[in-house]
């Protein structure tokens, strides 16, 4: 009798797929008659308002010169105060408004803005395109967080010096730090720095959902006022994420609109307890509960680490919702870091690599590990495919070689296996002993394992040592768990036929087999 199928194992809710699987692509869909629309309305709108946003410019110009002038090219050493301020919290905000109304945005404005006494921080989300930079203008152009480099940008530089930035450099290893100290200061400055708004997702998404939000505006535990947005337009030409529409092409479009909608809704000052200040991640995502709650979207623990998996995963020409693991999550969980899960993206991808669809079947499972498709090996896969579809994303590949193979891939397990394999106990496993045991295991009765027995078999010796053989399932922790899958069956079998009836499948897997830390 075959080995049976172990049942389905119980799953930690907390490993489940997140409400939005995608929170990084857009996927708005032109139709004939909205393009015919935006051609007609574009013929007339985009001159005019280019006329209108270079004349906002050209005033907008000289105003930053004045503001700018003898202050130091880098960074800010001290608030600016009197004439300075002045210009800038009301004349520069005003020629703001009047570049965004040129190109047709129509700003909608609810709650109140708190001081900078009374809430030092502006947390903004979700944070989706370019164009948010105009809640700066309407918070009274606080500063905000930006690269270094961006101060060198023609015109842009100008401008954003007058914000008094807090800058970050990519060439600086203390940057980080620099960064939240700086945060920290003017924070708590009591009102001489102008409010700090941050954007705490650090990356655009297609605002279904709130992503995990980065600790920076956090650490230094001072009252935060959450600031909200939204387009509420029919044809949504402001989104800009990793998938999806350029920039150029969102910035015509946006033009070609009679007029671009979005809300800016101030929420409460969130004032810290003891025990938010001792925790920025609490702080962080008590913040988010609210803002979550406020917008109706579900909260993920995706992050943009998420992205620059999606861009690996496009790189490895797998399609790039592919590289999408909640990261957040799955690292604090698993204990991954990024570059971790960057290598477990390559391994699955060598599998992947014949699938169109960025998942993997048994079948193609079964054709990574150079072996056929048995009882025991879809035992393994049905280990590693959580939501029972009967294919492995790149997700459930990821907690399940950390979870599942690489606690199996231990010096007495490997010994164990390789004593198996050496039946005539001479610390050599031969390819005869190799095929013999396999063909056991895997129930099959000819199976050419050559392949996979010349890849174990580093040095091409003719045989496997066990130094191999460890080597081997080190960087191939899927075979290990193959094993002691196989094991765990064999005894099953074994119970079953002692006492049979007296196991029940679904309800009591081996110990061996449980899932309950996924």
């Known amino acids: 009798m075959p080995p049976q199928r172990v049942g389905a194992l119980p799953r930690q809710q907390s490993l489940l797929l997140p409400a939005v699987i995608n929170p990084f692509v857009q996927d708005t869909k032109l139709t004939k008659a909205a393009i015919i629309k935006c051609v007609l309305q574009g013929i007339f709108l985009v001159p005019l308002r280019a006329i209108l946003i270079s004349l906002v410019l050209m005033v907008t110009w000289p105003v930053s010169v004045i503001i700018t002038f003898k202050r130091p090219l880098k960074g800010a050493v001290e608030p600016m105060t009197g004439w300075r301020r002045f210009f800038c919290q009301r004349v520069l905000a005003a020629l703001g408004r009047a570049y965004f109304y040129s190109m047709g945005f129509r700003v909608v404005v609810k709650g109140k803005r708190a001081s900078s006494c009374e809430a030092p921080i502006l947390a903004v989300a979700p944070h989706s395109s370019f ?39 990519r060439t600086d290893p203390d940057s980080r730090k620099n960064t939240i100290q700086e945060i920290n200061n003017r924070a708590k400055s009591g009102g001489l720095w102008p409010q700090v708004l941050i954007f705490p997702e650090g990356t655009c998404t297609n605002r279904s959902c709130l992503i995990t939000f980065k600790q920076g505006a956090f650490i230094p535990g001072v009252p935060v006022q959450p600031v909200l947005l939204r387009y509420p337009n029919t044809l949504d030409t402001v989104t800009w994420t990793w998938q999806g529409f350029k920039s150029k092409t969102l910035l015509l479009l ?19 307890t003891e025990e938010e200040k001792k925790s920025p991640a609490l702080f962080a995502n008590r913040v988010r509960e609210t803002m979550a709650r406020a ?11 998420d992205c620059r998996l999606m861009i690996s995963a496009g790189e490895l020409t797998l399609p790039m919702e592919a590289g999408l693991v909640e990261f957040t999550k799955i690292s604090r969980k698993l204990n991954l870091k990024w570059d971790n899960v960057r290598k477990e993206l390559d391994s699955f991808a060598a599998m992947a690599s014949a699938c169109k669809g960025g998942r993997i079947t048994v079948e193609e499972f079964a054709s990574f590990l150079k072996l056929p498709v048995s ?5 393994l896969f049905g280990l590693f495919d959580r939501n029972g579809d009967g294919t492995i994303d790149f997700r459930e590949y990821v907690i399940g070689v950390n979870i599942l193979c690489r606690p199996s891939n231990t010096d007495d397990v490997l010994r164990m296996a390789f004593q198996l394999f050496d039946t005539d106990e001479d610390e050599k496993v031969t390819h005869e ?17 050559t392949a996979l027995f010349e890849a174990i078999d580093a040095d091409g010796s003719g045989f496997i040592t066990f130094n191999e053989f460890q080597e081997f399932a080190r960087t191939h922790p899927e075979y290990a768990k193959l094993f002691t899958t196989y094991l765990d069956l064999q005894r099953y079998q074994a119970m079953q036929e002692v006492m049979p009836g007296d196991l029940e499948l679904a309800g009591q897997p081996s110990s061996a087999l449980r899932d309950t830390d996924l």
Do not use: K, W
């Not at 606080?142 to 480099?149: A, G, I, L, Y």
């Not at 002993?433 to 394992?449: K, Q, Y």
């Open 375 to 379: 009882p025991v090996l879809e035992e």
């Open 254 to 272: 946006t033009l070609c609109q009679l007029y671009t909608t979005v809300e800016i809704e101030f929420l409460p000052p969130h004032i810290p």
């Open 131 to 169: 164009f948010d930079g105009i809640v700066c203008v309407e918070a009274g152009l606080p500063s905000t967080v930006s690269r270094v480099e961006n101060l060198d940008v023609p015109i842009f530089g100008r401008f954003l010096r007058c914000l008094q930035p807090v800058l970050v450099s």
């Open 433 to 449: 002993e190799f095929t013999a045991l396999l063909c056991s295991a895997l129930c099959v009765s000819d199976l050419n394992l």
């Open 295 to 305: 917008l109706g979207v579900p909260m993920t623990d995706h992050t943009y680490e």
